[in-house]
């Protein structure tokens, strides 16, 4: 009979204990998780400022957690915030984890780019499509591969690398129509100034001529 009562408490403690998990509510990793969701959702939809509040409000629950810093760094690039800084931190806790390195590298080499940090975004740009080729943000797929392709040519001007930029915005100029380059090959020659003309305009200098290609496709495929 003891035995039976000791059970019979034993049984009651335990559906007890149930029952009070179960009303515990949303744990603090639940919570991160559906400010993330959330945070995605507003950022394909373009809401980028609703998607920042999210992200930040994931941050606030947890500054460690990679997803919600890469979602917060990708969100201030998106809203044109000026507060580039905290981009850089938040994507660069991003490139730790395999998952989201590749959209993390991406996000910096925007990011380089604004402040003037040509070799930097290169580097980023190339490591990115080294690892794939035909990049796309899955939460933003207006940035993709060709934005990259844009940060490296642009970078590469700048650093006074015109063969490499020219060979950067080659994939680019093939699916180009409203594009024409020069001579009827579309070749922009820097040995040639014969060769230096761009939408009928003859330029002085190679390193010009290649410059306004490069501001075309910029205005045609980078995405901010």
Known sequence: MRQEKIFTLFAAVVLLMGM??????????????????????????????EAYQEFLSAVGLDSNDVEANVGLGWSLILTGDPALSKAV?????????????????????????????????????????AANASFTLDFYPLVDWRDLLVIQAQSLVFLGSYSLAWQAVQPLLSETTDLRVGVPEGNLDPGSPATWI???TTFALYEAALAEVIGILTNKYRQQ
């Open 89 to 129: 931190n938040a994507l660069e806790k991003g490139t730790t984890s395999s998952s989201w390195q590749q959209d993390s590298w991406a996000g910096l080499a925007v990011v380089r780019l604004s402040q003037q940090e040509y070799w930097k975004a290169d580097s980023l740009a190339g490591l990115v499509l």
């Open 20 to 49: 009070a998990c179960k009303g515990r509510g949303p744990t603090k990793q639940d919570r991160i998780d559906a400010f993330n969701e959330a945070g995605w959702t507003s950022m394909e939809d373009g809401n980028f400022e």
């Open 198 to 200: 761009v939408n009928g």
